[in-house]
Each structure stands twice: as structure tokens, then as C-alpha cells.
């Protein structure tokens, strides 16, 4: 369910629909960007709601329970543009679930050196 979840957050679709991304992170979301910056709920989505479309494939998830309503889910991507890759990351997210669905609540990627 968890992969499910995250991996629609790669879709370009989900991406640009402010309804799905407004679902999917909760509202005291918090991202470490790649760059080392905070950005909360509000800047996500309007950094991608803006962003370019870009092909995100994920793999070697690795899913630990936490509590019962918290999992934190590692995993690496790669992002590519126009068929070449531009970026390899691996990343961690927390999902709570608040009784009525999970949403996440915390993310972080990491460029993987080469």
C-alpha cells in the first residue's frame, strides 16, 4: 500500500493535481531537498506543480514499521529526461496514518554518487 502510495507521487499526473497532493501530504509535512533546504507542504506542491515532467523509477524498497501507524520507506530513484538519466537518489519518507488514510509526513533525498 505504502509503495503504492509514494510511487503515485511520482507520477507526472499526481505531480500537477493540487487535490491528489493536498491528500497525499499531510499538513505539517516537512522535505529535505537534495540542496540541503527545509520546504514545507505549501512550497512541494507549488515546486511541483510547477516543475517540468520528468520519468521517476523507483526500486530496492525496503519498508520498516515503526509503530503501528508510522512506516518509513527507503528506497532509491533514478530521474530521467528525454530517455537519459539526470539523477540517482536515495530517499526515505515517513507515512502516518491518521485514522482515516496514510499521508506523508516526511521526506528526504540524497544524490547517490557515481
Do not use: C
Not at 3 to 18: A, G, P
Not at 58 to 75: C, G, V
Not at 80 to 86: E, V, Y
Request: net charge positive.
Amino acid at each position: 500500500m505504502l509503495i503504492y502510495l509514494e510511487t503515485k507521487l511520482h507520477s507526472n499526473s499526481v505531480r500537477t493535481s493540487n487535490e491528489e497532493l493536498k491528500l497525499l501530504l499531510a499538513d505539517k509535512y516537512i522535505e529535505i531537498g537534495a540542496s540541503g533546504r527545509l520546504y514545507d507542504k505549501k512550497e512541494t506542491i507549488s515546486n511541483l506543480m510547477s516543475s517540468e515532467p520528468i520519468k521517476i523509477t523507483a526500486s530496492d524498497f525496503h519498508l520498516n514499521e515503526l509503530s503501528t501507524e508510522l512506516m518509513q520507506l527507503i528506497y532509491k530513484t533514478e530521474h530521467k529526461k528525454n530517455s537519459q538519466t539526470i539523477r540517482k537518489a536515495i530517499r526515505s519518507s515517513l507515512w502516518k496514518n491518521n485514522g482515516a488514510n496514510w499521508q506523508i509526513i516526511f521526506h528526504q533525498g540524497t544524490i547517490e554518487k557515481q
